[in-house]
């Protein structure tokens, strides 16, 4: 039987109440490092990404490859993650894949190799289809050749999209 209340306050004795949303659903508000591991409450963290930002497809990658390129690939899945939840609807298989690979790439950074294969290999499932004609510069052939021939923990991702050009 659970005894605890419905605010998150466990009964005495049964350490802190768990942090919550407007909505009541647990949220965890402890700090984060750059691989999103949770720290200890009080010590120093990396800024988490605000969630439900609605953000253009340009934006999105541009964001995610900052990110990624900071070896910060968990917060990258956060900016995709939003894009794949807001973003229009027959759009939304790309761009699940796409948190996947920012997944994968998170595992492989904290050394979870069995999980980072998982994930690339669903990522890259995911990619196949717009391999030939991927929208907004996303370099989905690329991405998918890179999960079948290298190991993720030794070689980064190509660049996921080619930016437009300023010229």
């Known amino acids: 039987m659970n005894d605890a209340p419905h605010d998150g306050t466990p009964p005495a004795g049964r350490g802190p109440a768990r942090d919550r949303d407007a909505e009541g659903r647990a949220r965890s508000n402890r700090p984060r490092d750059g691989l999103g591991r949770p720290l200890p409450r009080g010590a120093p963290g990396v800024a988490r990404q605000p969630e439900g930002v609605r953000r253009s497809a340009e934006q999105t990658l541009t964001e995610a490859q900052r990110l990624i390129d900071d070896?910060?690939?968990?917060?990258?899945?956060?900016?995709l993650e939003d894009r794949w939840k807001t973003g229009p609807a027959g759009e939304r298989d790309l761009w699940r894949a796409m948190a996947q690979l920012a997944v994968g790439l998170t595992h492989a950074a904290r050394g979870n190799s069995r999980g980072a294969a998982a994930l690339l290999d669903r990522a890259a499932r995911g990619l196949a289809p717009y391999a030939g004609?991927?929208?907004?510069g996303i370099d989905a052939a690329g991405l998918v050749r890179w999960v079948a021939h290298q190991d993720p923990?030794?070689?980064?991702p190509p660049p996921l999209f080619a930016p437009p050009s300023a010229t």
Do not use: I, K, Q, R
């Open 133 to 136: 004609d991927a929208p907004y």
């Open 71 to 79: 070896g910060m690939p968990f917060h990258a899945h956060e900016v």
């Open 153 to 156: 923990a030794l070689t980064p």
